[in-house]
């Protein structure tokens, strides 16, 4: 089965997950960055390593975060980009007709519709 790595690391918590292809978790984990965001991926990393099954490939690595190029000189992301903008991506995905979608940290995300 083909998997694939997200590593979000932000200045408060950092999230290892590794999802299959159609979508769904295989594992995931929810550390506190305590200031040390390389070595906190470092120990996400290896939890998750022996959480899933060993049919399982990663076929890709992604990382995000207010840290994502630490998170990167780390995992050798094959993509790297901002919290905001991987939101952004993936409000896309699941709702692909949004005109264009903001945060912001008053009032989280609000999207707007064509039509």
């Not at 997950?17 to 979508?23: C, D, N, P």
Request: proline fraction near 3%.
């Amino acid at each position: 089965m083909d998997g694939y790595l997200g590593v979000d690391v932000g200045s408060v918590t950092t999230k290892c997950a590794i999802i299959a292809e159609a979508g769904e978790s295989i594992t995931h984990n929810y550390l506190r960055t305590q200031g040390k965001p390389v070595a906190v991926v470092r120990r996400g990393l290896g939890e998750i390593q022996g959480q899933f099954p060993t049919d399982v490939m990663v076929r890709g690595v992604c990382a995000t975060g207010s840290a994502c190029h630490l998170a990167d000189s780390t995992v050798d992301a094959d993509v790297v980009e901002n919290g905001i903008t991987a939101q952004a991506m993936a409000a896309l995905y699941y709702v692909p007709d949004i005109l264009y979608c903001h945060r912001d940290r008053w009032s989280g995300f609000r999207t707007h519709h064509h039509g």
